[in-house]
């Protein structure tokens, strides 16, 4: 009965975590280039009791053994790369991936994160930087006397300049893709390191080799789907609710037995 | 008289258990893979029938339910659900082990992973993902398309085994399972590998907590019964002798 109450416990507490998650992904849920996150749980271990295939006498077996099962723990939390809805924003330096990659960011440490949040700026110098701030890699200027900006698919990134009918191309927005973009470790403010699970970037051409395509004007918007989420809320919900009912019957339980004397 | 109370003692001591093995059921109502835990009831009842006098152990039946629970879109690309019966092949440093937790990741050497670290058997070793986008055909077919090339390249095949049934599966935890006959002969799995998706438990609450309510009642009508033979033992002690 104790063993009821712990296993119980640890399922109000993998539910807890759940609901965690869940909660940051709805926090997120208008958040540009967010991925959604979930949590993934383990059975642990198991406490077996008679072991099955055991000889029960000189000529028979135990068919089937029993193994009790101590609870679950969370196995891991896993980013989940679908593509979100892509809006049009009609912000020249907005860029949206359609397909696979990252748009790679210079960190002030020198480092390079990786980021879907297409929603670009220019800096004081004329560079192309995130909202944060950061260039883009490799880095892009945009001339002072730029009238307009222009970004191709491939991610070519090309200037109107004042006074010249020809367009320049100023630079080109490379693009970086992983084997297992769920092994990404997320840093916050939409940013993402790659990590041993997530293997090196690769980088390359906009629309080549498996990477998207840029679409200029457009921004991702975040892949969570409220719906969804609230489903899962729902499900992680009623799963704490019946695992502290197994609390109670297990209290109720141990209450008759201390009644059992008088 | 005192056989009576050991066979409710027992009733009590097998709806502990079963409250044991709902409450992991319970616990494990959202974990990847998981198979509920089944103990029989009417086992302990045939035994009390076939009692002569003396204790009564009760001898509960325990089964695992192997249903498929049901898939989950997920998206992620190492995300594999199994349809149909069989089970993956994991090496571990125990051995082999099989599980149906198909949420496997990338290893800092490339190679295809659980979520503890251990290495997803291949029809051929282990298999390494290194490269661009990775595909996993419905036969379990994995390949990886590497940068600068337009076709993928097969990396190798998940395998995915099953047993003779019945077949009794001892759980490891972790989501794994070993034959309880380590010699059991595996057969070709009929499942279909199915990428970006997981299979969820295979628990089903309204069942689970109908059982946690038997468990309790059960408990209680024992417990009652064990009161109840406690109070003819005391009028047996107290009372008789005052006549």
């Known amino acids: ?262 | 008289m005192n056989s009576g109370m050991y066979a409710a003692l027992t009733g009590n001591l097998s709806a502990q258990r079963r409250l044991d093995v709902v409450s992991n059921n319970l616990a494990n109502a959202n974990t990847t893979g998981f198979k509920a835990d089944r103990i029989q009831f009417e086992s302990v009842l045939a035994n009390v029938k076939n009692s002569t006098d003396g204790p009564i152990f009760s001898n509960d039946r325990y089964s695992t339910d192997f249903s498929s629970g049901s898939l989950q879109q997920t998206g992620n690309a190492l995300d594999v659900a199994l349809e149909g019966d069989g089970f993956f092949v994991v090496n571990t440093p125990q051995g082999t082990a099989y599980t149906r937790q198909g949420s496997f990741h990338r290893s800092a050497t490339g190679r295809l992973v659980t979520a503890d670290g251990y290495e997803v058997q291949g029809a051929g070793g282990p298999i390494t993902v290194n490269g661009g986008k990775v595909q996993i055909g419905d036969d379990g077919t994995v390949s990886v398309q590497q940068p600068g090339q337009t076709t993928a390249d097969t990396v190798g095949t998940i395998a995915t085994v099953d047993f003779p049934k019945p077949y009794a599966m001892e759980k490891l935890g972790n989501g794994l399972f070993r034959p309880s006959d380590p010699q059991a002969a595996t057969v070709a799995s009929t499942a279909g590998v199915k990428q970006g998706y997981l299979e969820t438990s295979n628990v089903k609450a309204v069942v689970e907590m109908s059982r946690l309510i038997e468990a309790s009642r059960y408990f209680e009508i024992c417990a009652k019964a064990v009161k109840t033979y406690d109070d003819m033992n005391n009028r047996a002690a107290n009372d008789l002798g005052k006549v």
């Open chain 1, 1 to 262: 009965m104790i063993r009821a109450l712990w296993t119980a416990a640890s399922g109000m507490q993998a539910q807890q975590l759940n609901i965690d998650v869940v909660a940051n992904n709805l926090a997120n849920s208008s958040t540009t280039g967010f991925k959604k996150s979930r949590a993934d749980f383990q059975d642990l271990m198991y406490q077996t009791e008679k072991t099955t295939g055991a000889p029960a006498t000189n000529t028979t077996t135990i068919p089937t053994g029993i193994q009790v099962g101590l609870g679950v723990r969370p196995g891991s939390v896993s980013k989940i790369f679908t593509t979100g809805t892509i809006v049009h924003t009609g912000n020249e330096l907005d860029v949206a991936i359609e397909g696979d990659g990252f748009i790679q960011v210079q960190q002030s440490d020198g480092t390079t994160a990786y980021t879907r949040a297409g929603s670009l700026k220019k800096d004081g110098q004329g560079r192309v930087v995130t909202s944060d701030g950061q260039p883009i890699v490799p880095e892009i200027v945009i001339p002072s006397n730029a009238t307009s900006i222009n970004i191709g698919n491939d991610g070519t990134v090309s200037v109107q300049q004042a006074g010249q009918t020809a367009a320049t191309t100023v630079g080109t927005i490379q693009l970086a893709s992983f084997t297992n973009p769920a092994g990404l470790n997320a840093i916050g403010k939409n940013l993402f390191l790659p990590t041993d699970s997530s293997g090196n970037a690769t980088t390359g051409t906009a629309g080549q080799n498996g990477l998207g395509t840029l679409d200029q004007g457009y921004i991702e918007q975040s892949n969570v789907s409220v719906m969804e989420e609230m489903v899962s809320m729902i499900v992680s919900q009623r799963a704490y609710e019946i695992n502290s009912k197994a609390i109670q019957a297990s209290d109720d339980m141990l209450q008759q037995a201390a009644a059992l004397k008088r």
